[in-house]
C-alpha cells in the first residue's frame, strides 16, 4: 500500500526554524519527482518547492533563500528546511510525489509561525 508520512510539523517563533520530513512507503520501483506543498486557512493550495531524481530544485518566490529541499533516495525520503520562518508561512504542509504519471499525497503536518 502506497502511504506518505510527513514530520516535523509544530509552533515556532518568528525567524525560527523547522526541518519537516516525508517518507514514502510502498512504492515499487524509483520515485520520480517529490514536491512540498501548503495551504494556509482560506487560501488555496500553493507550490512551495519540487526536487527531481537527480535533485534539480524549484522554488516559490516567497521561499526563495529561506527554504531548502532535498530528498535520499536510498531513503525515499524528501526534506524541507524552513528557515527564517515568517507568520505568513504558517500552514498545513503537504508532501507529494509523481510516480508513473500520478500524484500521490501525505495527510500534511502543521506549521505555526507566532509573531
Known amino acids: 500500500q502506497v502511504q506518505l508520512v510527513e514530520s516535523g510539523g509544530g509552533l515556532v517563533q518568528a525567524g525560527g526554524s523547522l526541518r519537516l520530513s516525508c517518507t514514502a512507503s510502498?512504492?515499487?520501483?524509483?520515485?520520480?519527482?517529490m514536491y512540498w506543498y501548503r495551504q494556509a486557512p482560506g487560501k488555496q493550495r500553493e507550490l512551495v518547492a519540487s526536487?527531481?531524481?537527480?535533485?534539480?530544485?524549484n522554488y516559490a518566490d516567497s521561499v526563495k533563500g529561506r527554504f531548502t529541499i532535498s530528498r535520499d533516495n536510498a531513503k525515499n525520503t524528501e526534506y524541507l528546511q524552513m528557515n527564517s520562518l515568517k507568520p505568513e508561512d504558517t500552514a498545513v504542509y503537504y508532501c507529494?510525489?509523481?510516480?508513473?504519471?500520478?500524484?500521490?499525497w501525505g495527510e500534511g503536518t502543521l506549521v505555526t509561525v507566532s509573531s
Open positions: 510502498g512504492f515499487r520501483s524509483s520515485i520520480d519527482d
Open positions: 526536487i527531481s531524481r537527480g535533485g534539480s530544485t
Open positions: 507529494a510525489v509523481l510516480y508513473w504519471g500520478m500524484y500521490y
